[in-house]
């Protein structure tokens, strides 16, 4: 066993650093300086392990290490040993786990993890991440999880979508994209030199149907313009937020979120205007809604003093729900079967609920069929994506004024089935 050297002091250490040989420097039993002949000094720590054997670790050269720092390190490497753990093993452990890595692509559920924590601080909506989360834990991970980046074959990815492909096929679809994203991110993090089997051109297109034509897409069940009179009317007579908030949804043309999330510091009341910022809408970018005399009526209900945080919220001050809206367009449409009346839905040709999202499907039938206001206005109201590039750059403005005149008319559509104009 290694003597207790005197504990030198680091002037005296820095003498030594010049004379080439061990030199013990005291304080932690064993620790040495070693100095070779080219005088290049290190740290080592001199210690009897199982079995008798004698053997030295490094603790860093002498010029980035202070004798301090030396003497700490040395007390921790022999603490880790009395409690039988062998540091140097573990280091080499977690060097080889790294080099591993860095020479391939890891397992799918690493990597996808990885790809995730990498790319979500990108992603607006925080249930993004959780639909990523939630369909590769339920899909992907129990076939692919353990599998190497590189050792994931075509059978595999089949195994994974072929199950519900026919009965999921929106699940299937996207999912499909998301293991492609996460082997292509593999692939360049890893610089591997394999193609990617999830891939959907030229390669799973040629063995599995196209989502389209496997399953029509469904739309959102919407009421026919020609009742939101009718229905509007229904509306006004229920109390609660979750009434108000649906006839702001109405009148705005806005998507859900976008309504349940408004807060008082979007709303210009001077101007009638309400401003989404970027980070709420769906396409990225400011959308500028003109607000009508009922829209602004609505916000006017809420004194001065109150206009504070959401424009809607229950009973405990927090936002509503899309739930909230859903049950009360449920409940309106039952009351009306009680009443010996057409139900809301009677007409629509689907057994599910009208959504609230389907408004903006009425609004935009109203404005086709019974108005003269152009197709790009519409699109412009209703803040969707304008896909042709020319076509976008042409039309840079807003149009406010126009769309206006346009919101104005659709108010009055709404309060049709009313006696009065408020």
């Keep these: 066993m290694p003597k207790i050297a005197n504990e030198l002091s680091a002037l005296a250490v820095r003498k030594l650093a010049t004379i080439p040989g061990g030199h013990p420097v005291g304080g932690v039993r064993g620790l040495q300086l070693q100095v070779t002949k080219q005088l290049q000094a290190s740290w080592i720590l001199r210690v009897v392990v199982s079995g008798g054997a004698r053997r030295e670790f490094g603790l860093g050269p002498y010029n980035g290490t202070t004798l301090m720092e030396a003497r700490e390190k040395a007390r921790k490497f022999r603490e880790e040993l009395r409690a039988g753990n062998d540091p140097s093993v573990r280091a080499a452990t977690r060097k080889k786990r790294q080099q591993d890595l860095a020479s391939k692509g890891g397992t799918f559920k690493a990597s996808a993890l990885r790809m995730i924590e990498a790319k979500k601080t990108g992603w607006k909506n925080p249930v993004h991440v959780q639909q990523w989360l939630s369909t590769l834990q339920t899909y992907a991970y129990p076939v692919l999880g353990d599998k190497k ?50 891939r959907w051109r030229g390669h799973l297109d040629t063995v599995l149907a196209t989502p389209s034509k496997v399953k029509q897409k469904r739309h959102h069940p919407a009421l026919p313009f020609d009742r939101i009179g009718e229905f509007y009317a229904a509306l006004r007579q229920r109390e609660g937020a979750s009434a108000r908030a649906l006839e702001y949804l109405i009148q705005t043309a806005a998507r859900t979120g ?120 519409a699109e412009m109201a209703l803040a969707h994506t304008i896909p042709n590039k020319a076509e976008a750059a042409y039309r840079r403005g807003s149009m406010i004024e126009k769309r206006e005149v346009m919101m104005a008319s659709w108010a009055d559509q709404c309060w049709s089935g009313n006696m009065r104009v408020p």
Excluded: C
Aim: charged residues 25%.
């Design 149 to 198: 980046i590189e050792e994931i074959t075509l059978e595999d990815v089949l195994a994974v979508l072929e199950p519900i492909w026919g009965t999921k096929t929106e699940t299937a679809d996207r999912l499909r994209g998301r293991i492609e994203r996460v082997i292509s991110w593999a692939i360049t993090q890893n610089r591997l030199n394999i193609q990617n089997v999830a």
């Design 258 to 377: 976008e309504v349940l999330g408004a807060t008082w510091s979007e709303v210009d009341m001077d101007n009638a205007r309400w401003i989404i910022p970027a980070a709420r809408m769906k396409a990225g970018k400011e959308h500028v809604v003109p607000l009508n005399r009922i829209a602004m009526g609505l916000l006017y209900l809420v004194p001065a003093s109150d206009r504070q945080g959401f424009l809607f919220t229950n009973r405990v001050e927090n936002k509503l729900s899309n739930m909230s809206l859903i049950a009360l367009i449920r409940r309106m449409h039952d009351d009306n079967l009680k009443q010996g009346m057409d139900g809301f839905f009677d007409r629509v040709q689907t057994n599910e609920v009208i959504t609230p999202h389907g408004f903006r499907s009425t609004f935009r039938d109203w404005v086709a069929e019974r108005t003269d206001f152009g197709h790009e206005i």
